[in-house]
DNA sequence: CAACGAATATGTAACGTTTCATATCGAAAG
DNA sequence: CTTTCGATATGAAACGTTACATATTCGTTG
């Protein structure tokens, strides 16, 4: 038997098998064969560990079977989870992941993108932050949680709808004195829709909601001193706090404490995202939790539709509210 | 000018830049060329926008400048950080990541290995379970924290150094009551040492040292009863805990204050990991820290090492303590 | 029994690169 | 002024597939 150096390849496979090349291709393409030349031919290709080479069918095919997600940190929990759900639908569909990692660096993402598009990925699954990512049109292209325009289509929460939960899940544990905090986003936009729901609510009501909206660059002590400058006689001007994300909310939970406040007994406090404490499984406070899951998926359905011509330019899932102890139940 | 609908090829730059095939090839592998050749290509290419078909080049070169990225879960943030560490390696030296997750499931694993070897990656660098995968040896392989076999390189935290290190540390502040926990390590070997560590320190000493070890399949309960179980008079028979990882530290602290035992007053806890806070980025714990980041690079560094011939067989990195507060420094 | 047509196997031409042998060009040497 | 040589551009042959046009086989029909 003759000692193979390098792996074994089609030609190999159909000279084993005693059958014409192309007769194995149809094999590995489950093309209909003929029951006795299929048998042979996988007999063959098992015989001499036969795997098919997929750079070379990715070259014939224009089809790599693999999809690139571009994330900015794979450290933060809720990207983490995000990668998970991504990678593993895309597993399910027989597609691999090609993960990009972009630090938040706009710069990054484009040279992400870039990078990628030379690889000739199917496909790319972004939640990115440049606002004018030079994408090339033909490759499709799915936005998770950030949209940009009516021509590239985005996945999200329901932000909007969220917001509005959270003010009437205070509402309903009895808050009248409501506080929006919200740190940086770093895209203006999806995420400022969680403070205009809250809101809303408030206004619809005919009730005042208190704003304080800062930028990522002026860090979390304007909101230390904001909340030390409302404390009226040791007890806060809010009985209700909606923070932007799960990550400020448990922030403004270790301010509360040094005012020698009490949640959820002085305040409660609501936070975004739905984070879990990684050893026990609980939530870190009371949130908004965005279906992590669902988003992945969805994303992955967008991305791979047979027909993307008319695909939605953005699909809102629905969120949940979940107690995490920073609110009275 | 003539519309193409496909991207444009070599064979395109080529007669866009009236020189021959080869010589584009030449420009875009960094081989020597005329410098008026060299600027007429890169000209035409950019005209054209022209980007190499990695596919093709794959084919031929039989390298893809892909690493694949073989992880449990990458929710956890321990493996998390790897991934982000891992990524971030490869990327700085023009290496795509390929990501597949496992779930722990020894099997995933091998049908990972599988794929991926089929998508023709370089190398890959894997944190499995699995003892017996089933691997091409001609593809480089890198285990993370898991050490198989002298015939497979792999690159760990040091556990036995790190399991002294926490003893040292406790005896330091004056712990004479020592106890080891551990659950499940689904590999029996790598964090077993975390505990010999341990308790060679005080063997040495001539100190005695507790320890219970359990799988993962009986879950936390025992422990639980164990503590319950060596309550004294309101104090524990323990007065310094070493725990296998930061997971665990946690869930035991927890324990500690349901059994009305302060933190670290009456007992000090030590972990293994070096897990921060998503949000605050303190630890969660007095930990034995891992270094991550040198483990991510250290692996792909040995992966990707010319001369692989004659690599070491396990690396061990070092370990340092960090205090977070369940300790009395 | 010849002829036809439906299946289905075969062989070959791409796909876009790299690589190697060959051709070309100038300059230096005889 | 021819020869030789080094340097470098050229063109063709792979790499391992897929897809298409062609060839083969066999069961049916007139």
Same mark, same amino acid.
Not at 216 to 236: K, S, T
């Given at each position: ?70 994330? *900015? ?22 597609? @691999? ?39 090339? *049109? ?32 205070? !509402? ?8 929006? !905090? ?5 895209? *203006?936009?999806?995420?400022?829709? @969680? ?9 619809? @009501? ?69 984070? @879990? ?53």
């Amino acid at each position: 038997m003759k000692q193979r150096d390098s792996a074994p390849t089609m030609k190999d496979v159909a000279r084993e098998a005693g059958v014409a090349l192309g007769t194995v291709s149809k094999v590995f393409n489950d093309i209909p064969v003929g029951e006795d030349y299929r048998k042979r031919v996988e007999e063959a290709a098992r015989r001499l560990g036969y795997q098919v080479n997929s750079y070379a069918r990715g070259l014939k095919t224009n089809r790599t079977c693999s999809v690139a997600l571009i994330l *900015p940190d794979i450290t933060h929990p809720f990207f983490s989870a995000l990668a998970q759900g991504v990678c593993s639908a895309l597993a399910a569909r027989g597609y @691999r992941t090609i993960l990009s990692i972009t630090a938040y660096d706009p710069e990054a993402e484009q040279k992400c993108i870039q990078m990628v598009q030379q690889n000739k990925v199917d496909g790319i699954i972004g939640l990115t932050y440049n606002p004018e990512l030079d994408i090339d *049109p033909r490759l499709p292209y799915v936005s998770i949680d950030r949209y940009f325009s009516p021509s590239v289509p985005c996945v999200a929460s329901d932000n909007f709808g969220g917001g509005q939960l959270a003010a009437e899940k205070l !509402l309903e544990l009895g808050c009248t004195r409501p506080l929006f !905090l919200r740190i940086g986003s770093r895209v *203006p936009g999806e995420s400022d829709k @969680r403070g205009d729901g809250f809101e809303s609510v408030f206004r619809q @009501r005919g009730m005042a909601c208190a704003a304080l909206r800062l930028n990522n660059e002026e860090g979390l002590e304007p909101i230390r001193d904001f909340l030390a400058g409302h404390m009226d006689g040791g007890q806060l001007d809010f009985d209700g706090i909606f923070c932007v994300n799960d990550a400020l909310a448990v922030r403004v939970r270790d301010f509360l404490a040094e005012l020698g406040l009490e949640v959820p007994e002085d305040v409660q406090l609501i936070g975004f995202d739905g984070l @879990r404490h990684f050893a026990t499984g609980d939530f870190y406070c009371s949130t908004i939790v965005q279906p992590v899951g669902r988003l992945a998926e969805t994303g992955v359905d967008m991305l791979l539709r047979e027909d993307r011509s008319n695909l939605p330019s953005l699909v809102c899932l629905p969120v949940t509210y979940a107690s995490g102890g920073t609110t009275k139940e």
